[in-house]
């Protein structure tokens, strides 16, 4: 009996420790993961900051194309010497021709060995790009007692542009910063050659073939990261990236024996702690039990019968030590005070069910609660009603409804996928007469998980949205008749606008354009009475199409033109951007031209003042992409969901703009293209609307003109 006691105290006491021994490995196993960070960390700094200095050297370069263009022998040499007297780093810089002899310099008159006219076509960077003609660098190499390295970049007329640069400016990027006092950061270019190292020790060295890292690096371009060994056979550990922007490999290092001495000295440590632990505890706990292996068994005792809810009984206070009593009186009157939680706990539940119920019967939504085979459990007073309605029986035949329900094709096809697991949750509106009007029920069925992720059953909510169905007609009905109405009188207004605007005299300018102003808003106003016209028979399916070629180019400019008034209200730039004449697509140009509208007058009312609206249309492997962009206030991601439904409005300085219509219409017309209208938005910053048409050749009479 104490042989097993003292295993068992001898259990409790060592497993802790054990477990701290084991932490304290695995934070020496942590601390060996920060070392791979802090190289990781390193070299990406380092690939950042030279793909910076590199991008930074390209915008220098930007005179390429201009020296390009040149022809004549002293403009070229001028144009050099600008671009060497406006850049320190740049120590020589020609012009070549596609051969890699020289045309033009410009040189620093320090540096004698560029006075010898150049001849690059036997050298390895100029080898390496020529066959496919691309732009790279060339490692560092010496010359006049200074370290250079080498770009080399096509130019469109054939010739190539030769730029030596001054190694010291990149090397300042590159090697200010290493790990610990071996640690070391290498440069290597594609054909294995040092291109330049922390120390100063293996500059132009080649690495290749003996080193397989290297060869594996090569192979696999994905940032690297952990050990290996250096060419010389040394441990190491580190992390190492190619710089996309020079064909270079950037590795950080440092030896294992010094980056790991802590992490083995805390492991060697914990080792020890260990088997001292376990050791002086095992005489301790020898000792221990020999005193009071029997009061712990009386306590054990009593546990067990807490732990199987035996509350009423207790345990002995008269034995062992006088520390023992004293825990056996604390145990005694714990067991006591348990039993009192215990009875008041039953109570609290009962109190619990009952609020619980109360809240699920007084809710309005109607609750349904099944079980994973679909069985009924609960059911509150609207959820009844709605089964009765639906079935179409009396208020006393709840179960045969409930019954006719599980028939139901809608309903079941709502369910089943929620019960089998295919979906967490499912929505579906569902359309029934109750007395000879229709009533419309939005019915949401969703897993009911416990805390461990186990399903218990399906949760059933029904919302009745009659009255907001009923509510979008009474919309529809009104915007249908009021429309029929004004269209008359807005052509006829429109008409004499028109006939106005020719009488107006020529230097009236500033009657010109409040006639204009007007014109346009009619325009506007009768552009919206067709809007719903058409959504109406869009929506009925009676909306006809005139599918013809459209010229996209002046359809482009032309809405920019009508709206130009509208945006010039309040100071937008809007701009038209369609330089390819031959893009047509095959669409309604009236249905057509008034999404596009719809969707530049939108963004015109959206956009603060002196803000700017772009309407363009480009070339894209679909077909032709048609969109409209600006830098307005821009669409919260909630709006996002709802924003091409009818009547939907987004707030422009906290009020509403429009009758929310526009956005289903295009819509609609789009898709009838057989298209999708696209959104990318982001708050603060602006959005872009756009849709791609399949694009079709030009009409055979415009291809002759």
Same mark, same amino acid.
């Given at each position: 009996?104490?042989?097993?006691?003292?295993?068992?105290?001898?259990? =409790?006491?060592?497993?802790?420790?054990?477990?701290i021994?084991?932490?304290?490995?695995?934070?020496?196993?942590? @601390?060996?993961?920060?070392?791979?960070?802090?190289?990781?960390?390193?070299?990406?700094?380092?690939?950042?900051? &030279?793909?910076?200095?590199?991008?930074?050297?390209?915008?220098?370069?930007?005179?390429?194309?201009l020296?390009?263009?040149?022809r004549?022998?002293g403009? #070229?040499?001028?144009?050099?010497?600008?671009?060497?007297?406006? !850049? !320190?780093?740049?120590?020589?810089?020609?012009?070549?021709?596609?051969?890699?002899?020289?045309?033009?310099?410009?040189?620093?008159?320090?540096?004698?060995?560029?006075?010898?006219?150049? /001849?690059?076509? #036997?050298?390895?960077?100029f080898?390496?790009?020529a066959?496919?003609?691309?732009?790279? &660098?060339?490692?560092?190499?010496?010359?006049?007692?200074?370290?250079?390295?080498? =770009?080399?970049?096509?130019?469109?007329?054939? /010739?190539?542009?030769?730029?030596?640069?001054? $190694?010291?400016s990149?090397?300042?990027?590159?090697?200010?910063?290493?790990?610990?006092?071996?640690?070391?950061?290498?440069?290597?270019?594609?054909?294995?050659?040092?291109?330049?190292?922390?120390?100063? +020790?293996?500059?132009?060295?080649?690495?290749?073939?003996?080193?397989?890292?290297?060869? %594996?690096?090569?192979?696999q371009? %994905?940032?690297?990261?952990?050990?290996?060994?250096d060419?010389?056979?040394?441990?190491?550990?580190?992390?190492?990236?190619?710089?996309?922007?020079?064909?270079?490999?950037?590795?950080?290092?440092?030896?294992?024996?010094?980056?790991?001495?802590?992490?083995?000295?805390?492991?060697?440590?914990?080792?020890?702690?260990?088997?001292?632990s376990?050791?002086?505890?095992?005489?301790?706990?020898?000792?221990?039990?020999?005193?009071?292996s029997?009061?712990?068994?009386?306590?054990?005792?009593?546990?067990?019968?807490?732990?199987?809810?035996?509350?009423?009984?207790?345990?002995?206070?008269?034995?062992?030590?006088?520390?023992?009593?004293?825990?056996?009186?604390?145990?005694?009157?714990?067991?006591?005070?348990?039993?009192?939680?215990?009875?008041?706990?039953?109570?609290?539940?009962?109190?619990?069910?009952?609020?619980?119920?109360?809240?699920?019967?007084?809710?309005?939504?109607?609750?349904?609660?099944? !079980?994973?085979?679909?069985?009924?459990?609960?059911?509150? /007073?609207?959820?009844?009603?709605?089964?009765?309605?639906?079935?179409?029986?009396?208020?006393?035949?709840? +179960?045969?409804?409930?019954?006719?329900?599980?028939?139901?094709?809608?309903?079941?096809?709502?369910?089943?996928?929620?019960?089998?697991?295919?979906?967490?949750?499912?929505?579906?509106?569902?359309?029934?007469?109750?007395k000879?009007? @229709?009533? $419309?029920?939005?019915?949401?069925?969703?897993?009911?998980l416990?805390?461990?992720?186990?399903?218990?059953?399906?949760?059933?909510?029904?919302?009745?949205?009659?009255?907001?169905?009923?509510?979008?007609?009474?919309?529809? /009905?009104?915007?249908?008749?009021?429309?029929?109405?004004?269209? &008359?009188?807005?052509a006829?207004?429109?008409?004499?606008?028109?006939?106005?605007e020719?009488?107006?005299?020529?230097?009236?300018?500033?009657?010109?354009?409040?006639?204009g102003?007007?014109?346009?808003?009619?325009?506007?106003?009768? @552009?919206?009475?067709?809007? =719903?016209l058409?959504?109406?028979?869009?929506q009925?399916?009676?909306?006809?199409?005139?599918?013809?070629?459209?010229?996209?180019?002046?359809?482009?400019?032309?809405i920019?033109?009508?709206?130009?008034?509208?945006?010039?209200?309040?100071?937008?730039?809007?701009?038209?951007?369609?330089?390819?004449?031959?893009?047509?697509?095959?669409a309604?140009?009236?249905?057509?031209e008034?999404?596009?509208?719809?969707?530049?007058?939108?963004?015109?009312?959206? &956009?603060?003042?002196?803000?700017?609206?772009?309407?363009?249309?480009?070339?894209?492997?679909?077909?032709?992409?048609i969109?409209?962009?600006?830098?307005?206030?821009? =669409?919260p991601?909630?709006?996002?969901?709802?924003?091409?439904? *009818?009547?939907? #409005?987004?707030?422009?300085?906290?009020?509403?703009?429009?009758?929310?219509?526009?956005?289903?219409?295009?819509?609609?017309?789009?898709?009838?293209?057989?298209?999708?209208?696209?959104?990318?938005?982001?708050?603060?910053?602006?959005?872009?609307?756009?849709?791609?048409?399949?694009?079709?050749?030009?009409?055979?009479?415009? *291809?002759?003109?």
């Amino acid at each position: 009996m104490r042989n097993r006691w003292f295993l068992i105290i001898l259990a =409790i006491v060592v497993i802790p420790v054990t477990m701290i021994s084991i932490k304290i490995v695995e934070y020496a196993q942590e @601390s060996k993961e920060q070392v791979y960070d802090l190289h990781r960390h390193i070299v990406n700094a380092l690939s950042l900051n &030279t793909n910076t200095y590199f991008q930074q050297l390209n915008m220098r370069l930007a005179f390429a194309p201009l020296l390009a263009r040149t022809r004549q022998w002293g403009e #070229q040499v001028a144009i050099l010497n600008n671009a060497l007297l406006s !850049n !320190n780093d740049f120590a020589c810089v020609a012009l070549l021709n596609s051969e890699g002899k020289e045309r033009a310099k410009a040189f620093d008159s320090k540096l004698h060995d560029f006075i010898a006219p150049l /001849d690059l076509s #036997q050298n390895k960077l100029f080898a390496k790009v020529a066959p496919d003609r691309h732009a790279d &660098t060339g490692a560092v190499y010496e010359r006049d007692g200074q370290s250079f390295f080498d =770009i080399m970049y096509p130019l469109e007329n054939g /010739d190539w542009m030769y730029v030596s640069v001054r $190694w010291e400016s990149l090397k300042k990027i590159l090697f200010d910063q290493q790990v610990g006092k071996q640690g070391f950061i290498w440069l290597i270019d594609e054909s294995g050659s040092i291109v330049g190292d922390s120390q100063n +020790e293996h500059n132009g060295q080649s690495v290749l073939p003996k080193w397989s890292f290297f060869n %594996d690096r090569l192979e696999q371009r %994905d940032p690297w990261l952990g050990e290996f060994d250096d060419p010389n056979g040394l441990s190491s550990v580190g992390a190492g990236q190619w710089i996309q922007s020079a064909g270079w490999f950037v590795l950080s290092a440092q030896p294992q024996s010094e980056a790991y001495a802590k992490i083995s000295k805390l492991k060697w440590q914990a080792y020890a702690w260990v088997i001292v632990s376990v050791l002086g505890i095992g005489i301790f706990a020898y000792f221990w039990l020999r005193q009071i292996s029997l009061p712990i068994t009386k306590l054990a005792k009593g546990v067990m019968n807490v732990a199987h809810r035996k509350f009423d009984v207790k345990v002995p206070e008269n034995f062992g030590l006088e520390e023992f009593r004293a825990l056996g009186q604390a145990f005694n009157q714990m067991t006591q005070e348990l039993q009192v939680y215990n009875d008041m706990q039953v109570e609290k539940i009962v109190d619990e069910k009952t609020k619980v119920e109360a809240l699920l019967y007084s809710i309005q939504d109607g609750i349904l609660m099944v !079980n994973e085979n679909g069985d009924l459990q609960f059911s509150n /007073d609207p959820a009844q009603q709605w089964a009765i309605d639906v079935a179409g029986r009396s208020k006393e035949a709840f +179960e045969k409804s409930w019954q006719s329900l599980q028939e139901y094709p809608p309903w079941t096809d709502l369910l089943q996928p929620v019960l089998s697991g295919e979906k967490p949750k499912a929505s579906e509106e569902f359309e029934f007469p109750v007395k000879g009007r @229709s009533r $419309w029920s939005r019915v949401l069925a969703q897993q009911v998980l416990t805390e461990n992720g186990r399903q218990i059953g399906i949760m059933i909510v029904i919302h009745d949205v009659t009255q907001d169905k009923e509510l979008d007609k009474m919309k529809e /009905d009104f915007f249908n008749g009021i429309t029929h109405d004004l269209r &008359t009188p807005l052509a006829a207004t429109i008409g004499y606008l028109g006939l106005g605007e020719v009488q107006v005299p020529e230097d009236n300018t500033e009657l010109t354009t409040l006639v204009g102003s007007a014109k346009q808003s009619a325009k506007r106003a009768l @552009s919206l009475v067709e809007t =719903i016209l058409s959504l109406a028979r869009l929506q009925a399916g009676k909306l006809s199409m005139n599918l013809v070629p459209l010229h996209v180019q002046p359809m482009v400019k032309k809405i920019a033109g009508d709206l130009h008034f509208q945006a010039m209200a309040k100071k937008i730039t809007l701009t038209a951007e369609c330089d390819d004449p031959s893009l047509w697509i095959q669409a309604d140009q009236g249905l057509m031209e008034r999404v596009v509208e719809n969707i530049t007058g939108n963004a015109i009312k959206y &956009t603060m003042e002196k803000g700017w609206v772009k309407i363009y249309a480009r070339a894209v492997p679909e077909g032709v992409e048609i969109g409209v962009q600006d830098n307005g206030r821009g =669409i919260p991601p909630e709006a996002l969901k709802k924003l091409f439904g *009818k009547f939907e #409005q987004v707030k422009a300085e906290d009020k509403a703009v429009g009758f929310g219509i526009g956005l289903s219409f295009s819509k609609g017309i789009v898709e009838a293209h057989g298209s999708t209208i696209q959104v990318v938005s982001e708050v603060g910053k602006g959005s872009k609307f756009f849709f791609v048409v399949e694009k079709v050749s030009a009409p055979a009479q415009q *291809k002759a003109a």
